[in-house]
């Protein structure tokens, strides 16, 4: 699209300057071309542009200006537009990358542009939900969610189903992999080794031969299900009942658990999941961000109409 723009006012430019003489409109304006007839002078092409393209076209330009001001061209801004370029390659081939460029009227350095603009807003949005995090939003998150690692092993019995299993074999088989996972904690209770047990019987090939151990995790490493039950429990206790999850039902054992970290250890990791977290729960937030962004840089636009269009468009990704 913006090829096309640039070429059409290119071709104006030259049309205008390249003659001798001009023909002009009874109104004074200059005419643009002349096919089958009809006259078009230069402000049609520019109406009918704006009336297309200025709202996009203003939008781009505007955060081009403000951030690559503030987000200076880096190597992990190159790293990541090449990683974007190879993905693209690697998914349609070298030569439907091609064609695909071809087919939008793009270069491979209009898209690298245009991945460059994208990378730079998301470290502007990202700054700017980061500078209203407040300290008791961080000291709340801390104090509730924050904990030190965990080591745990576990005994994994899965459901013998397969992709071709009608819903009652499933449940059949959901059924006796319950029963063994129970059979197996009777087996702890009555003395076994839970390292022993692991190795017979885990269905978790990473960790059988182990005996289960499943080392040392950070929250949010494990499913939800495990991860609920494993902090329950007190070092050198097992899991009572199964805990059912996607891959079958465990048998966790909790080996050990380390120091909670002081906060200003932690701090910048705390805020950054509290970013993720807002953007996450709030779909506009990146569009509230880069609106009040160019607001912060002065922005004024001088064209009414463009203006309202851009105003209406705002406030529509504002409020979905």
């Known amino acids: 699209m913006h090829k096309k723009i640039l070429l059409v006012l290119s071709f104006g430019l030259l049309f205008v300057t390249g003659c001798g003489k001009v023909p002009q409109l009874k109104n004074g304006e200059e005419v643009f071309l002349q096919v089958d007839g009809k006259n078009v002078s230069a402000n049609d092409i520019y109406n009918d542009l704006k009336e297309k393209y200025a709202r996009d076209e203003i939008i781009e330009t505007i955060d081009k200006i403000i951030l690559e001001k503030k987000y200076k061209e880096d190597e992990a801004l190159k790293e990541y537009v090449d990683a974007q370029i190879n993905n693209y390659i690697q998914q349609y081939g070298e030569e439907g990358f091609r064609q695909a460029l071809s087919q939008s009227n793009m270069t491979e350095n209009d898209l690298r542009a245009t991945i460059a603009l994208d990378y730079r807003r998301n470290l502007a949005v990202n700054d700017y939900v980061k500078a209203q995090i407040t300290d008791d939003e961080i000291n709340k998150y801390y104090e509730n969610d924050v904990r030190g690692d965990i080591k745990a092993s576990h005994i994994l019995i899965k459901p013998d189903t397969t992709d071709s299993s009608t819903d009652e074999e499933k449940q059949t088989a959901e059924e006796e992999a319950l029963n063994k996972a129970k059979d197996v904690i009777s087996r702890l209770n009555n003395g076994e080794k839970f390292e022993d047990l692991a190795?017979?019987?885990?269905?978790?090939?990473?960790?059988?031969?182990?005996?289960?151990?499943?080392?040392?995790?950070?929250?949010?490493?494990?499913?939800?299900a495990f991860e609920e039950a494993v902090v329950k429990?007190?070092?050198?206790?097992?899991?009572?009942?199964?805990?059912?999850?996607?891959?079958g039902y465990h048998i966790i054992l909790k080996v050990d658990q380390k120091e909670k970290p002081k906060l200003k250890e932690v701090k910048d990791e705390i805020i950054d999941t509290l970013v993720t977290n807002k953007l996450n729960e709030d779909v506009t937030l990146k569009y509230k961000a880069l609106y009040e962004i160019r607001k912060d840089a002065n922005l004024e636009i001088h064209d009414d109409e463009t203006k309202k269009k851009y105003e209406s468009y705002m406030k529509e990704l504002m409020s979905n």
């Open 199 to 224: 190795k017979e019987l885990s269905d978790d090939e990473g960790s059988k031969e182990n005996g289960g151990d499943l080392g040392y995790f950070s929250k949010g490493s494990m499913v939800d």
């Open 233 to 247: 429990l007190e070092n050198g206790k097992y899991t009572t009942e199964p805990v059912k999850s996607e891959y």
